[in-house]
């Protein structure tokens, strides 16, 4: 019974990483497709030196953004 109670653990636990896992895979979809819209305005061969910029710039704000969020959440459970 114990090991049964061990392997339960270590399931919920990888489930939990994997969940963890898509949440994050998901919010760097979002992330991109937000970015995308917002920096490229017409798709050619290769992106112009302004588009890899606003690209640059709106994928770190995001990261700041979420960063602080991160950061304000866990002062406020402490």
Same mark, same amino acid.
């Given at each position: 019974?114990?090991?049964?109670?061990?392997?339960?653990?270590? $399931?919920?636990? *990888? $489930?939990?990483? =994997? %969940?963890?896992? #898509?949440? *994050?895979?998901? +919010? /760097? +979809?979002? $992330?991109?497709?937000? @970015?995308?819209?917002? @920096?490229? =305005?017409?798709? %050619?061969?290769? $992106?112009?030196?302004?588009?890899? #910029? @606003?690209?640059?710039?709106? /994928? &770190?704000? *995001? !990261?700041?953004?979420?960063? *602080? /969020? !991160?950061?304000?959440?866990?002062?406020?459970? &402490?």
């Amino acid at each position: 019974m114990a090991g049964n109670d061990q392997m339960d653990a270590e $399931l919920q636990r *990888f $489930l939990a990483i =994997e %969940g963890q896992k #898509a949440k *994050f895979q998901q +919010h /760097v +979809h979002n $992330l991109t497709d937000i @970015c995308w819209d917002k @920096c490229i =305005e017409k798709s %050619g061969s290769k $992106l112009e030196s302004k588009q890899q #910029a @606003c690209l640059s710039n709106c /994928v &770190g704000r *995001f !990261i700041d953004v979420s960063n *602080f /969020v !991160i950061n304000r959440l866990s002062q406020k459970s &402490g």
